[in-house]
Each structure stands twice: as C-alpha cells, then as structure tokens.
C-alpha cells in the first residue's frame, strides 16, 4: 500500500516532475515528513476551483437563458404587429393612403372596417358609424395607435437627428463606455 511519504512526493506526468514548467506541488512543503494538510488543502483548493468554474458556467447560462426569453418576447411582439399591421391595411378605404397622414378606423353595422380621413370629431354628431381608433401611416407602412403617435414621433425625430449628425459610424474596435459613466 502507498504511504504518506510516497503520496506526499511531487506528482509527475510522464517524465517530468514539473509539466509545463510548473510545479504541481511545491518540493518545499510536500517534501516535509509528517504534514498531511499539504495535500488536503490542495484538494480543497481544486475543489473550490471546481466550484467557482461551476458557478460561473451557471452565471453565464442564466444570463443566455434570459436573452433567449427576451428575444422570444420580442419575436413574439413583432408577429402581433405584423398581424395588426396587416389586418388595417385590408381595411377597406376609398383614399390613396400616404405616409405620415392620420387615419380613423369605423365599423359598419355589417361588420366591415374601413378608414376614413374624417376624425369623430369632425364628423360630429353625425358620426355614421362606430369609431374604433385612430392610426398613424408611418414610412415603413406600419401603422402607429393614435394614442402613441407623439411618443413614436419623438423617436423617430431622435434618430432622425442621429442619422443627420453622423452619416457614418466610426470603425470601433474596443467597447466605448462615453457619456455612460457620469
């Protein structure tokens, strides 16, 4: 059977007692008679390490798995729009619909949708039908609730004044943290 001595001696791989040109265990402690804790610790040491790869791999895995549930939200999001998007544009209308023009959506007694350039309000009380909402045409030809039509276009302005400001983005090789770190 193997005796402490021969445990305690510096583990070897193949034909070197320092693989890679590094000591496992140093000569100095391992080759003291009568220390046991050189080994446990080192046990104990590679075992946290072992811990931490583990936790880590478990930190980065939680955080993929959270982008994968965004995404799919996301994804999930633009279908509804789409489908949104589609269902006004096969509402009935007797005008050339433009771009950046406001439309009003109102339903027949048969059920049938159709946009009108006539808000409720100018119609008055001799609205014809019900009302069901009021769209913004954007230019990618989707179609924004009236309710958001201010925030949207608050949006667009900002990029539109970024697109202006740079036409080409500088080629950036390292992360740049400017303006976030006041």
Same mark, same amino acid.
């Given at each position: 059977?193997?005796?402490?001595?021969?445990? =305690?001696?510096?583990?070897?791989?193949?034909?070197?007692?320092?693989?890679s040109?590094?000591?496992? #265990?140093?000569?100095?402690?391992?080759?003291? #008679?009568?220390?046991?804790? @050189?080994? #446990?610790?080192? &046990?104990?040491? #590679?075992? !946290?390490?072992?811990?931490?790869?583990? &936790?880590?791999?478990?930190?980065?895995?939680?955080?993929?798995? @959270?982008?994968?549930?965004?995404?799919q939200?996301?994804?999930?999001? +633009?279908?509804?729009?789409?489908k949104k998007? &589609?269902?006004?544009?096969? =509402? =009935?209308?007797?005008? +050339?619909?433009?771009?950046?023009?406001?439309?009003y959506?109102?339903? /027949?007694? $048969?059920?049938?949708?159709?946009?009108?350039?006539? $808000?409720?309000?100018?119609?008055?009380?001799?609205?014809?039908?019900?009302?069901?909402?009021?769209?913004?045409?954007?230019? @990618?030809?989707?179609?924004?609730?009236?309710?958001? +039509?201010? !925030?949207?276009?608050?949006?667009?302005?900002?990029?539109? !004044?970024?697109?202006? /400001?740079?036409? =080409?983005?500088?080629?950036?090789?390292?992360?740049?943290?400017?303006?976030? $770190?006041?």
């Amino acid at each position: 059977p193997p005796t402490f001595e021969m445990m =305690a001696t510096p583990l070897t791989l193949g034909s070197t007692d320092n693989p890679s040109g590094m000591a496992l #265990v140093s000569p100095y402690q391992t080759n003291r #008679v009568g220390d046991p804790m @050189d080994l #446990v610790a080192l &046990a104990q040491q #590679v075992q !946290k390490g072992d811990e931490f790869i583990r &936790a880590n791999a478990c930190n980065k895995l939680t955080l993929i798995t @959270d982008q994968i549930r965004y995404l799919q939200e996301q994804a999930r999001k +633009v279908l509804e729009d789409a489908k949104k998007d &589609a269902e006004l544009h096969h =509402a =009935a209308c007797n005008v +050339v619909k433009k771009p950046g023009n406001m439309y009003y959506l109102y339903m /027949r007694e $048969s059920r049938q949708r159709y946009f009108s350039i006539l $808000s409720p309000q100018e119609w008055g009380p001799s609205c014809p039908h019900k009302f069901l909402g009021g769209y913004k045409l954007q230019h @990618d030809m989707s179609w924004t609730p009236q309710e958001e +039509v201010e !925030k949207r276009d608050a949006e667009i302005g900002i990029m539109d !004044k970024l697109l202006n /400001r740079q036409t =080409a983005l500088p080629a950036c090789t390292e992360p740049n943290f400017e303006g976030l $770190s006041q």
